[in-house]
């Protein structure tokens, strides 16, 4: 345990950090990894404290130096309306300092290749798009990563070693054990070519145990925090053959900067999107389909994968886990430190780092394990179980009884059911004969119409039921079924919860030629440059000039990603819609006056074969 | 599993051979040796004999199914378009030509022509396709 940490936050202290070092994540890093988790007192007291009220500027609450987590905790809860927030670089490194830290032969080298190379050109333009917002957007200061490592090395000199905070709750028949990691930085931007830099980064990872009655509780799931993935995608069953594990303990392959936390080791190619451009890509996904379902013409996926990358910035994150690992039989292990229950994570909601105030979350430091930008409580912290989508899913010892259980209600309900219809049916048959009788005898036509009326909503009535029934026999024999593989020791699909797979890109998939990666390089650039030279007057008839300058740069593109072939067609597609409604145009009458004719003729061949019987 | 030839494909594939034969019986090719032909013919003709054995080989292709007879085909008839658009554009429609590429391309991305040429392509429609 680390130094100076009291084992508090739960009712049962030694329980909880035995259970939580039993099966404490093995981190495995990329090899250039700057920052690795922390406690966080170590980071507070060089933290300075600031509170910002609305049209105000910063104001300094407590001086670099002279915080700590205690003190934090008292002064978390400021007025309604004041934003606190911490400062761990006091004095971003100047341009000189900067280099001459980027000459240090000790700091780990990160080396990649081609992330624009791996996507298309449209994505290429809003990378650029993104770079040039980065220059108007408030964000971290440049340097700010080299000065937050030179403190993070100090802080390792007074202490080293890694640490993870363990948090450890009992609900709906599981034991959730939840690691937070605490990082002084997320580099990603600055370090490993990603989309955000921010101080302070607080990663979580969970593993839930079901807790058996009486009996030794076994670990049933895995979930990673990874940012944009949510639910039931988060989570893996422990079976899992794609989670990795060393004896109980899962291994979590974390991303270099971002720190997102990946149950393969690997590439990911993820975008941020623009969310205000996804009702363009709901259009261009209904549109697709209509070319796809009534039109039935062939698979347009290029449609939407292209209209996907003009709405988002296309990233890297780099969890290749060849770096450093921390656990359990690696070279280095853990300090555990349970997760008070007060003070600091109670009260303190401001940010753990520099409030860039950028329109987009992205560069503004994460608030603490408990709240939310917002002040509002996290769903990891009062609802770990729900946030992976665990909470409706009964833990495995326990699915057996649970659903036997289950089993028996349904039965219960489709005896009712079926004692209902016996009922209805009799009642129904009594008005049928009834309402017959009323036809048949000299009484008004209106009680004859009411009665049948009433019937016809008896017997709809009857139907429902009757599928009802139907349903639940249904649903009983899947039941059984599923109860006798459970028996059996078969827990099904251990991936059956999933709607993505998120899977690291296979070496084909990010084997770039320098070509294609140096063209991805400058093309852009090269772009704006021809653009530029176009609008200068005189040089060609520049609508032409356009066309063929994005004729060749599309063809070259498409040359150097093998993609000429499906170029070509998807010009061939689009020739022929512009041939068709210049046609429609030319003969809109000659067609319409068709079309009309033709439904007409087949209406009288339908008419008359019904006249002759011939109704197949 | 033995593949169906969709019924289009074999009307394409027979235009094809038809063109085929109708520009050799055109040219003198059958009168002379393929030679002393290609000695004496011009450019245009020599440019549709050419074009006339591609004809051919496509509709073999087509006829046996091949992937790349398929894309020569699309590829063929987005040719084609440019050049009727580019008529269009000059105010000398050619309307029928438009039409019978119009026709050929859209029928052959069609799932199921795309399918009997590229039956490992082509995914099942999903759940929500059947309504």
């Not at chain 1, 979930?223 to 794609?242: K, N």
């Not at chain 1, 280095?332 to 860039?356: F, Q």
């Not at chain 1, 597609?573 to 079309?595: D, N, R, W």
């Not at chain 2, 378009?81 to 269009?88: D, R």
Request: with cysteine; net charge negative; charged share 20%.
């Amino acid at each position: 345990m680390a130094d100076g940490q009291p084992p508090t936050g739960g009712a049962r202290p030694e329980e909880d950090l035995a259970l939580l070092r039993r099966h404490e994540p093995i981190l495995r890093f990329t090899e250039g990894e700057l920052f690795f988790p922390t406690p966080a007192d170590g980071y507070v007291e060089r933290c300075s404290l600031w509170a910002r009220a609305p049209h105000k500027e910063p104001r300094l609450l407590v001086a670099a130096g002279k915080l700590d987590l205690d003190l934090l905790g008292v002064l978390g809860s400021q007025p309604t309306g004041t934003s606190t927030y911490m400062r761990f670089v006091q004095r971003p490194l100047s341009g000189r300092e900067y280099q001459r830290w980027r000459m240090q032969t000790t700091r780990p080298v990160f080396k990649s290749r081609g992330r624009l190379a791996r996507v298309g050109i449209g994505a290429r333009l809003i990378d650029a798009a993104f770079s040039i917002s980065l220059l108007l957007r408030g964000t971290v200061p440049g340097g700010t990563t080299a000065a937050a490592m030179q403190q993070y090395d100090t802080m390792l000199d007074e202490r080293p070693g890694y640490a993870y905070y363990g948090r450890v709750t009992r609900d709906g028949g599981y034991i959730t054990l939840q690691y937070l990691y605490f990082y002084v930085m997320n580099d990603w931007r600055s370090s490993f070519y990603g989309a955000n830099d921010h101080e302070a980064d607080w990663e979580q990872v969970f593993v839930y145990l079901d807790d058996r009655d009486g009996g030794e509780p076994v670990p049933a799931w895995v979930a990673y925090a990874s940012h944009g993935y949510s639910g039931d995608d988060l989570r893996r069953r422990w079976d899992d053959p794609h989670v990795a594990k060393e004896e109980d303990h899962p291994v979590v392959f974390v991303a270099a900067g971002s720190h997102a936390a990946y149950f393969e080791a690997g590439e990911y190619l993820t975008r941020v999107e623009a969310a205000f451009l996804r009702p363009l890509l709901n259009v261009i996904h209904r549109v697709e389909r209509i070319w796809r379902v009534t039109l039935q013409q062939g698979d347009s996926r290029g449609l939407s994968e292209g209209v996907q990358s003009l709405i988002g910035v296309p990233f890297v994150e780099y969890a290749r886990g060849d770096g450093v690992a921390i656990g359990a039989g690696q070279a280095s292990g853990w300090n555990a430190i349970l997760m008070p229950g007060e003070g600091w994570v109670e009260r303190y909601r401001g940010l753990w780092g520099l409030d860039t105030r950028d329109p987009f979350p992205a560069e503004r430091a994460p608030t603490g394990p408990k709240f939310n930008h917002t002040g509002t409580i996290r769903q990891t912290w009062h609802d770990p179980l729900g946030w992976s989508g665990i909470g409706t899913v009964a833990p495995p010892g326990q699915a057996e009884r649970e659903l036997r259980e289950h089993i028996v209600a349904r039965q219960e309900e489709r005896q009712s059911a079926r004692a209902e219809v016996e009922l209805l049916r009799a009642a129904t048959r009594g008005l049928e004969l009834e309402a017959r009788a009323i036809q048949q005898g000299s009484f008004p036509a209106s009680l004859y119409r009411a009665r049948s009326r009433e019937l016809e909503l008896q017997e709809a009535r009857l139907d429902q039921l009757q599928q009802r029934v139907a349903q639940l026999d249904d649903s009983i024999r899947a039941s059984e079924e599923h109860l006798a593989r459970i028996e059996a020791g078969d827990l099904g699909d251990p991936q059956a919860h999933m709607r993505h797979s998120y899977r690291p890109e296979t070496p084909r998939e990010f084997r770039i030629r320098t070509l294609a990666e140096a063209w991805s390089a400058v093309s852009i650039g090269l772009l704006l440059l021809g653009i530029a030279l176009l609008v200068i007057p005189g040089i060609a008839r520049w609508s032409v000039a356009f066309l063929a300058a994005v004729a060749v740069f599309v063809t070259v593109e498409s040359l150097l990603h093998q993609r000429l072939l499906k170029l070509t067609l998807n010009v061939t597609i689009i020739l022929a819609v512009i041939t068709s409604g210049i046609l429609l145009y030319e003969f809109f009458f000659e067609i319409a006056i068709t079309l009309v004719v033709t439904i007409a003729l087949l209406l009288i061949l339908e008419n008359v074969r019904e006249l002759f019987g011939n109704s197949r | 599993m033995k593949r169906r030839r969709p019924f289009g494909v074999t009307v394409i594939a027979v235009v094809f051979l038809a063109n085929m034969i109708a520009a050799v019986l055109q040219t003198d090719l059958l009168e002379t040796s393929l030679p002393r032909f290609v000695d004496d013919a011009g450019q245009f003709e020599l440019a549709r004999l050419i074009v006339s054995i591609v004809g051919v080989l496509l509709a073999i292709g087509l006829w046996r199914l091949q992937p790349l007879a398929w894309a020569t085909t699309m590829a063929w008839a987005g040719i084609t378009m440019v050049t009727t658009l580019l008529a269009y554009y000059r105010g000398e429609p050619q309307f029928i030509s438009m039409a019978l590429s119009v026709v050929a391309v859209f029928y052959l991305n069609s799932r199921e022509v795309q399918g009997a040429f590229h039956p490992d392509l082509i995914a099942e429609p999903d759940e929500g396709d059947h309504g």
